[in-house]
């Protein structure tokens, strides 16, 4: 009767939709578990790169260039001697404003040269702490470009190498003092050896 294959048909149907439901539910379980599992996996990955960024003590920057906005880490400020509540609005200007002038231009030159080529940057320059000593520090980076190959942003790092400049320096003055030791004992052995030369001579 119709009775009977309405009955029919609506068992079919909600066997339809809860067979439907479970695949639903089963594929809802999946995505879940993938999504949990990539959250993992990209909290993980930002903690092995706190870590490293902890262990090279480096201050983190991005430039974006097109606003002249940088944008700096906490530990970026820290290193300089500031508070996190200090320097909110870095440009480009504000960190050459930091740069010694002994080294304002072979930077500058740099960072255009950065610009316009676009190749990985780095640079080693001394900086103006916030009590007004100067520091050395290395500056490195990498550009990012849009679709029509303009820089739009430069995410880079800067490392205290103070100590290490202080080191090279030592050494250097270290070799001055060697080289200037070895032409005076140059010049003694042949001043004695000139001063010997008529007595020996005679005898």
Same mark, same amino acid.
């Given at each position: ?38 959250s ?20 983190i920057?991005?430039? $974006? *260039? ?8 906490? @530990?970026w ?5 500031? #508070?996190? =509540?200090? !320097?909110m $609005? *870095?440009t ?7 740069? @010694? ?6 930077? #500058?030159? =740099?960072? !255009?040269? $950065? *610009? ?29 470009s849009?679709?029509?190959g ?54």
């Amino acid at each position: 009767s119709n009775f009977t294959v309405a009955l029919l048909s609506l068992f079919f149907i909600v066997k339809f939709l809860i067979n439907r439901n479970k695949e639903s539910e089963q594929s809802l379980i999946a995505s879940e578990q993938q999504i949990s599992s990539a959250s993992d996996a990209l909290r993980r990955s930002e903690e092995r790169y706190l870590m490293a960024l902890q262990g090279t003590r480096a201050g983190i920057y991005e430039w $974006h *260039v097109q606003r002249n906005y940088v944008e700096v880490s906490d @530990h970026w400020k820290s290193i300089l001697g500031y #508070s996190p =509540s200090e !320097m909110m $609005h *870095v440009t480009l200007e504000t960190f050459m404003a930091m740069v @010694h002038p002994e080294d304002a231009a072979r930077t #500058s030159a =740099s960072v !255009m040269n $950065h *610009v316009k080529n676009q190749l990985p940057y780095q640079n080693e320059v001394r900086l103006r702490t916030k009590d007004g000593e100067y520091r050395w520090f290395q500056d490195s980076g990498v550009g990012m470009s849009d679709a029509s190959g303009a820089l739009q942003v430069v995410i880079g790092s800067i490392i205290d190498i103070n100590e290490r400049k202080a080191a090279e320096e030592k050494v250097r003055q270290q070799n001055e003092l060697l080289a200037k030791t070895n032409q005076e004992l140059d010049y003694f052995v042949y001043s004695v050896s000139h001063d010997l030369r008529a007595p020996l001579s005679s005898i």
